[in-house]
């Protein structure tokens, strides 16, 4: 329908929603062209909003598949983005603690925390259950990596147990694995 109405930033939303949904299913080259002709589309169009949408699945692929660096590269700039936009709502900028995983994998570990820290006092001012756990996530990570592991797994169960049942299960997956 977007194609017949040449409605090009509403095609490049659903690309991001194709891409998405690969990612998640392990279709990393279909999620990967999907997100890269979404991104496409975004900068021809001037879409902010899906060109960091659609960035975002491409970092999240590249941490999927263990390129912490190369998520970063992805991920890093949407930040000054964030700035540019002014949204900071957790449900929106969902990105942000995939970046700080991709930093604690980098060894940038100050940077994580600060990243962390804003992300998470967003989710808890708007009660965004789903950012709660993913930034659990990303610093239970971060506790493991500053030397203290038990703090991060205690730290990701407590998050499990209070936002599992509100959250997307692949969430949740996610958290667990």
């Not at 001012?125 to 971060?142: Q, V, Y």
Request: charged share 20%; proline share 5%; glycine share 6%.
């Amino acid at each position: 329908i977007a194609v017949s109405m040449g409605q090009e930033p509403i095609r490049a939303a659903v690309l991001y929603a194709r891409a998405l949904a690969a990612a998640h299913l392990g279709m990393v080259d279909e999620a990967r062209q999907f997100a890269l002709d979404g991104l496409s589309l975004s900068h021809e169009t001037g879409a902010v909003l899906t060109m960091l949408l659609n960035q975002t699945v491409l970092g999240f692929l590249e941490l999927s598949l263990d390129r912490p660096s190369t998520a970063h590269e992805w991920l890093g700039p949407l930040l000054r983005w964030v700035d540019v936009i002014s949204v900071r709502d957790p449900g929106i900028v969902r990105f942000v603690p995939d970046e700080a995983e991709a930093l604690v994998a980098l060894g940038a570990l100050d940077e994580a925390q600060d990243l962390l820290s804003q992300y998470e006092a967003d989710a808890r001012r708007l009660g965004r259950p789903a950012a709660l756990l993913a930034s659990a996530r990303a610093r239970a990570m971060l506790c493991s990596s500053s030397g203290d592991p038990s703090a991060g797994a205690a730290l990701l169960k407590d998050a499990l147990s209070e936002w599992a049942g509100a959250v997307p299960r692949f969430d949740r997956a996610r958290a667990r694995f």
